[in-house]
């Protein structure tokens, strides 16, 4: 089966996962996927195949060196799909031989892609692309990484020639809603090192990623009727408004890019008695990060004074926090991916991750965990889109490095 055989398969699959649920996966429609990739696996003659009480599927490749001993490789992909956009009945386009114009997703809805607004349309002139129809997300963000590591399983598995130490497969739940690591068995996994295959354009390498926290900003007011409210009235919308004004307006992410963090307001409510926001704190450097946790706390002191005590609370979670510093010890896996990546005649770039991945988290639980790129774009949206050259290119990519890792890497 080939890469884009598999991505059209799994992208049929609805597997969004919900941020407001408790349980691990946060939707039991996560299920299907794994129990369908469980099933590939065995057919492949993987070995050690299972699929975990929390939804995390892995399997092994074992070495056929029999003359070396090399660490243990591992891949890993997630199968869930942001809450941000439906990822229900996906109806993907195929875009062959793209002629480097407009592609309208939706007439209805005025949808199109636009290389004058999505400039990376420009690199993919001639290829074949996968679109949506404009209401709902497509789904490479996972879905082209796990068909890129289940297509290098089966090439692997087919072409015994190949040489390779263990290769260690991981597929996990809930990664958008950054629970993605949070039951993943890092001994029992069983990879000294790993990649996650979760990024986007061709060719990026990524081993710097944010810092992250989540901040809800709670406000209780005094509802009286405002025919008499004048000074008893406290209005907790108004007050809500009040906080998200006296943050950096400039500091947001349609302000930024690179390695510039920002506060992002993602959902709000709000009455007169009671309103909330909450918002995602990024930053690359932790100490700036810190600064932002603290800048939110300045600002509910400075209201609380001002409209009295317990009138507004802040609860900061740290959600996960920039590999780089674990990464850097082993920055041999930056460099084969790089090597890789030339033989296989792609440009390879080093580019900080504006987000966060499984990586960050199972590089701090003893996996090292760089993030490779997948050929998706624009994820998370109507807008999203793949090329099927580059979903190829780096499947061939995938299987280039898993031969050279066990060639270079010492034992």
């Known amino acids: 089966m080939t890469v884009k055989e598999r991505f059209l398969n799994y992208i049929s699959f609805d597997t969004q996962s919900d941020e407001n649920a408790e349980n691990i996966p946060s939707t039991e429609k996560q299920w299907t996927l794994a129990r369908q990739l469980e099933k590939e696996l065995l057919e492949l003659g993987a070995e050690n195949v299972r699929v975990s009480e929390y939804c995390y599927v892995m399997a092994e490749l074992p070495s056929n060196m029999n003359d070396k001993k090399v660490p243990a490789l591992g891949f890993i992909a997630h199968m869930d799909t942001s809450p941000d956009s439906s990822g229900e009945n996906v109806r993907p386009r195929i875009i062959k031989n793209y002629d480097g114009g407009v592609i309208v997703l939706n007439e209805e809805k005025n949808f199109v892609l636009d290389p004058a607004e999505f400039e990376s349309l420009k690199t993919h002139v001639g290829e074949e692309l996968i679109v949506t129809d404009g209401t709902t997300l497509l789904g490479a963000d996972d879905k082209a990484g796990i068909a890129e590591i289940m297509t290098m399983v089966e090439y692997l598995q087919t072409h015994p020639e190949i040489r390779h130490g263990k290769i260690c497969i991981g597929f996990t739940p809930d990664e958008e809603v950054g629970n993605g690591a949070e039951k993943f068995?890092?001994?029992?996994?069983?990879?000294?090192?790993?990649?996650?295959?979760?990024?986007?354009?061709?060719?990026?390498?990524?081993?710097?990623?944010?810092?992250?926290?989540?901040?809800?900003?709670?406000?209780?007011?005094?509802?009286?009727?405002p025919g008499s409210a004048k000074n008893k009235m406290i209005n907790a919308a108004l007050i809500a408004n009040e906080f998200a004004s006296m943050l950096p307006q400039f500091e947001t992410p349609s302000h930024t890019e690179g390695y510039e963090g920002f506060y992002h307001l993602h959902q709000m409510s709000g009455s007169v008695e009671e309103a909330e926001l909450h918002y995602i704190i990024r930053d690359h450097d932790r100490e700036k990060f810190e600064k932002r946790k603290k800048f939110m706390n300045t600002v509910c002191e400075y209201l609380n004074k001002k409209y009295g005590s317990n009138t507004i609370s802040l609860v900061i979670e740290d959600r996960y926090f920039n590999m780089r510093e674990k990464i850097l010890p082993h920055m041999e896996l930056i460099e084969l991916a790089e090597k890789a990546m030339m033989a296989e005649g792609i440009q390879p770039v080093v580019v900080p991750i504006r987000g966060g991945t499984d990586g960050a988290r199972l590089s701090y639980m003893g996996l090292p965990c760089p993030n490779l790129c997948t050929g998706g774009h624009n994820f998370h949206g109507p807008f999203e889109y793949c090329s099927v050259d580059s979903m190829e290119k780096v499947t061939g990519f995938l299987i280039r490095l898993a031969e050279m890792f066990a060639e270079e890497m010492p034992g």
């Open 185 to 225: 068995d890092v001994a029992g996994f069983g990879a000294d090192f790993a990649y996650t295959v979760d990024g986007g354009s061709l060719g990026e390498i990524e081993y710097e990623n944010f810092n992250g926290a989540n901040a809800g900003v709670f406000v209780s007011g005094k509802s009286i009727h």
